[in-house]
């Protein structure tokens, strides 16, 4: 099916653990973005890419890696995973940037808990 | 003070009630704003882009205040299916990646 997808939906580490969520988008759009949603807070961003093989730091992106080597697939690496990085992430793509507006696509979310 | 505010709420509605949210920004540069709702435990989705001249769609209504900085949604006659919680979202300028998101504002609509 067509649109964007995240796996796995949930996932349970240990403190110290490489975890890697997954993102895959069937569109094309040249932007992806990876946030992450606690509470009291909004949806903060940890890293996005602009193409494949361009990708920069958001708000939060300590402790974090990603990579976009194909246009469709924008995985998000937590090196060593810690309880305070327990959250849900939520993939999201765009099509071009240089339009003033643009809507965001949100995929379902991974619910990651760090114990 | 936070790039994106908004009021956590819950407003809790009868059904076929007004109800209104604001959400306030401090960026004077910002150019696009949304309003996306969000499920419990899903992912947000795009309720309506905002428009400096304001605009409709249907039972919502979305108004943009620069000189004030503030967006407002306006749900008329509301509906169980309205409850969930509603996402400010603000752009800067044109070509940058940065959206902000405010916490969002809860609504519960009830029978």
């Known amino acids: 099916d067509a649109g964007i997808t995240q796996s796995p939906r949930y996932k349970i580490t240990e403190t110290g653990r490489q975890v890697t969520l997954m993102c895959h988008q069937t569109?094309?759009?040249?932007?992806m973005f990876w946030y992450r949603q606690d509470l009291g807070h909004g949806l903060r961003l940890i890293y996005y890419s602009a193409a494949a093989d361009i990708t920069d730091k958001g708000e939060v992106p300590d402790g974090y890696v990603v990579s976009r080597s194909k246009t469709e697939n924008f995985p998000l690496t937590l090196e060593s995973a810690t309880r305070s990085q327990t959250s849900v992430y939520f993939c999201?793509?765009?099509?071009?940037?240089?339009?003033?507006?643009?809507?965001?696509?949100f995929g379902p979310g991974t619910r990651l808990t760090v114990l | 003070r936070k790039e994106v505010e908004q009021d956590p709420g819950p407003f809790n509605v009868p059904e076929g009630a007004t109800v209104a949210f604001n959400c306030t920004y401090s960026n004077s540069a910002s150019q696009s704003f949304f309003w996306y709702r969000q499920d419990c435990r899903k992912e947000p989705k795009l309720l309506m882009s905002?428009?400096?001249s304001g605009n409709e769609d249907g039972r919502f209504t979305a108004q943009l205040n620069r000189a004030s900085q503030y967006i407002s949604l306006l749900i008329r006659d509301s509906k169980l299916s309205d409850s969930a919680t509603y996402l400010c979202?603000?752009?800067?300028?044109?070509?940058?990646?940065?959206?902000?998101f405010g916490t969002g504002t809860r609504l519960k609509v009830l029978a």
């Open positions: 979202v603000v752009k800067g300028t044109s070509g940058t990646y940065k959206y902000i």
């Open positions: 905002v428009y400096s």
């Open positions: 999201a793509s765009r099509d071009s940037m240089r339009l003033a507006g643009g809507e965001q696509f």
């Open positions: 569109w094309s759009h040249s932007y």
